[in-house]
């Protein structure tokens, strides 16, 4: 142990008073005085200052460290006083910052790196011009990682508000790359009006089950006028059962319609997806409902005997590519 303790003092042992050995020192002072006090506001600004410390300590000692990756040397150093520094900027804070944190981490490594350059000794010099070339690269390449990062919290934000993405295919996407194999599999990802016209099924089951076929004729009648009711039911039992409001809710269309061709009464009910699709135009998620009359026994005692009752039989949902 006392090896141990000898070696890393070796390490930590500043040659002289202003090295990034003292800065490094000064950050575990720091931290060690923000420890001891009591008060909040104290113990917070000493924490901040540990971690300033520590940050402009890295950077010195890591400032010629180098590793090659495929042929081509990265600095290791401006990365991880990029990180250091979004730590301190960005912990603690009150709000989801760690996005705001990863996306200002190239930018801060850029800054880092091009601070010696026009700081050296200390004192402001413009660098030479291979220099400076050298830094506006490193200045785009830090913007264009930035743009990129950003881009997958903002495309994570489309999926979260608009789960039906994940059914369309990405395939021939030149930016959305999907990692499981059963890419654009409904099975897997199916549209959200899957389950809304799930408890379009249920609704229509409450609103015409073992009702008399006179009520239910009525109610295909008046079919216009009900499939607004339809959806405004079937989206707030959806909402309910996931306990949250998804925004795509509204980018979906809910039609229904009984051709004339079909047996006794069809419904066809359709929910027409107008978000954006990877063919650019819209689809439908069909189901086919039958709407028949029975008779039900003498003892069902709910009707008059003899009297015909309505039933309801559905299909399951199907994708129905639209012109």
């Given at each position: 142990?006392?090896?141990l303790?000898?070696?890393?003092?070796?390490?930590?042992?500043?040659?002289?008073?202003?090295?990034?050995q003292?800065?490094?020192?000064?950050?575990?002072?720091?931290?060690?005085?923000s420890?001891?006090?009591?008060?909040?506001?104290?113990?917070?600004?000493?924490?901040?200052?540990?971690?300033?410390?520590?940050?402009?300590?890295?950077?010195?000692?890591?400032?010629?460290?180098k590793?090659?990756?495929?042929?081509?040397?990265?600095?290791?150093?401006?990365?991880?006083?990029?990180?250091?520094?979004?730590?301190?900027?960005?912990?603690?804070?009150?709000?989801?910052?760690?996005?705001?944190?990863?996306?200002?981490?190239?930018?801060?490594?850029?800054?880092?790196?091009?601070?010696?350059?026009?700081?050296?000794?200390?004192?402001?010099?413009?660098?030479?011009?291979?220099?400076?070339?050298?830094?506006?690269?490193?200045?785009v390449?830090?913007?264009?990682?930035?743009?990129?990062?950003?881009?997958?919290?903002?495309?994570?934000?489309?999926?979260?508000?608009?789960?039906?993405?994940?059914?369309?295919?990405?395939?021939?996407?030149?930016?959305?790359?999907?990692?499981?194999?059963q890419q654009?599999?409904?099975?897997?990802?199916?549209p959200?009006?899957?389950?809304?016209?799930?408890?379009?099924?249920?609704?229509?089951?409450?609103?015409?089950?073992?009702?008399?076929?006179?009520?239910?004729?009525?109610?295909?009648?008046?079919?216009?006028?009900?499939?607004?009711?339809?959806?405004?039911?079937?989206?707030?039992?959806?909402?309910?059962?996931?306990?949250?409001?998804?925004?795509?809710?509204?980018?979906?269309?809910?039609?229904?319609?009984?051709?004339?061709?079909?047996?006794?009464?069809?419904?066809?009910?359709?929910?027409?997806?107008?978000?954006?699709?990877?063919?650019?135009?819209?689809?439908?998620?069909?189901?086919?409902?039958?709407?028949?009359?029975?008779?039900?026994?003498?003892?069902?005692?709910?009707?008059?005997?003899?009297?015909?009752?309505?039933?309801?039989?559905?299909?399951?949902?199907?994708?129905?590519?639209?012109?």
């Amino acid at each position: 142990m006392k090896e141990l303790l000898d070696e890393l003092w070796k390490q930590l042992k500043p040659p002289r008073t202003f090295s990034w050995q003292t800065l490094v020192l000064l950050s575990l002072f720091s931290w060690a005085l923000s420890m001891l006090v009591e008060t909040f506001i104290l113990q917070d600004l000493l924490s901040r200052f540990g971690w300033l410390f520590l940050t402009v300590g890295v950077g010195w000692a890591l400032s010629g460290n180098k590793i090659n990756i495929l042929g081509l040397e990265i600095t290791t150093g401006p990365w991880i006083t990029g990180a250091l520094i979004c730590v301190v900027l960005f912990a603690g804070w009150v709000g989801d910052l760690g996005r705001v944190a990863w996306v200002s981490w190239p930018i801060f490594a850029a800054i880092s790196a091009a601070v010696p350059h026009f700081f050296p000794r200390f004192t402001f010099s413009i660098p030479d011009p291979k220099v400076r070339q050298d830094l506006i690269v490193r200045a785009v390449l830090a913007g264009t990682m930035s743009c990129w990062i950003q881009f997958h919290f903002v495309v994570q934000d489309w999926l979260r508000d608009y789960p039906s993405l994940l059914a369309d295919d990405f395939r021939r996407s030149a930016f959305v790359v999907r990692l499981d194999e059963q890419q654009g599999n409904p099975a897997l990802n199916p549209p959200r009006a899957v389950l809304l016209l799930t408890f379009a099924e249920e609704y229509l089951k409450r609103s015409l089950e073992d009702r008399p076929w006179s009520e239910t004729e009525r109610w295909l009648i008046e079919l216009d006028q009900r499939i607004p009711q339809l959806r405004e039911v079937v989206v707030q039992q959806a909402r309910r059962t996931e306990q949250r409001t998804l925004a795509e809710d509204a980018l979906w269309r809910f039609s229904g319609v009984v051709p004339p061709g079909d047996p006794e009464y069809t419904l066809r009910l359709r929910a027409v997806w107008l978000g954006p699709t990877s063919t650019n135009r819209p689809y439908a998620i069909e189901r086919a409902c039958l709407i028949s009359q029975v008779t039900p026994p003498p003892a069902a005692g709910a009707v008059v005997a003899g009297a015909a009752v309505t039933q309801v039989t559905c299909n399951p949902p199907q994708r129905v590519a639209l012109p």
